[in-house]
């Protein structure tokens, strides 16, 4: 199983982008990166996922270089809500998807 | 609203006393997960039952249990709580392969477990 490190913590400003890159040196070919999101006392949300290039939906983009052994999950223009833990995960489809390791996550605080 | 319900959000219970924890889920995703988080530390996973098949992670405690009566249903046994069990427990599921990677994991909002 690929492991993941990610910055212990980011602090940005109210409409800022955030930028926050993952490094996945071993991941494998079968292997998808997601992205999700925690708020205290409450279960993860999955963002968004992707295998290489750029992926975009309503609330974030991910890029993955050729190599793909890193990940940059971009928010755009954050707001207070947005300080969250947010943990990059890399999914096995080999094992179906079911076993993967939640790395340290970064813990982004959002300042007005 | 298609979700995962845990109940009861907040459990206390005494050193070496039995614990069920349950998970719900209206979703119909064959996969579920249980997850153990300890404060300011990433969920680790627990095991996870595929249908009726369960999977248990090479490093968890013996004293961690689960049932699935149903699709549905998912309970987490804690046989002889100790004071370094206390933590959230986080359920999850999922469709399995490609559903995994397009819907992700959707994860109830956890019970806090106190051992007294």
């Known amino acids: 199983l690929a492991k993941t490190t990610q910055p212990i913590s980011m602090d940005s400003y109210e409409g800022q982008e955030v930028n926050i890159t993952c490094s996945h040196n071993?991941?494998?070919?079968?292997?998808?990166i997601t992205w999700y999101q925690q708020f205290p006392s409450q279960g993860p949300r999955f963002i968004i996922q992707g295998y290489k290039t750029k992926v975009t939906n309503e609330v974030a983009s991910l890029f993955i270089p050729a190599d793909r052994k890193s990940s940059t999950l971009s928010l755009p223009r954050v707001s207070l809500s947005d300080t969250a833990v947010y943990y990059c995960?890399?999914?096995?489809?080999?094992?179906?998807?079911?076993?993967?390791?939640f790395g340290a996550g970064t813990r982004l605080f959002v300042k007005a | 609203d298609a979700m995962v319900i845990q109940n009861p959000r907040y459990q206390v219970t005494q050193f070496g006393k039995p614990v069920t924890l349950s998970c719900s889920q209206t979703?119909?995703?064959?996969?579920m997960y249980w997850y153990q988080q300890k404060s300011s530390q990433a969920p680790k996973l627990l095991f996870h039952?595929?249908?009726?098949?369960?999977?248990n992670e090479a490093d968890t405690p013996d004293n961690f249990q689960s049932r699935r009566p149903n699709t549905s249903f998912c309970f987490l046994d804690i046989r002889s709580p100790g004071l370094g069990d206390a933590a959230m427990y986080l359920c999850?599921?999922?469709?399995?392969?490609?559903?995994?990677?397009?819907?992700?994991?959707?994860f109830g909002s956890g019970t806090r477990l106190t051992v007294v």
């Open positions: 039952y595929y249908d009726k098949d369960f999977n």
């Open positions: 979703l119909n995703h064959n996969v």
């Open positions: 999850a599921t999922s469709r399995e392969g490609q559903g995994v990677l397009n819907y992700g994991y959707t």
């Open positions: 995960l890399v999914v096995p489809l080999s094992t179906g998807g079911f076993k993967t390791i």
């Open positions: 071993n991941i494998a070919t079968n292997d998808y």
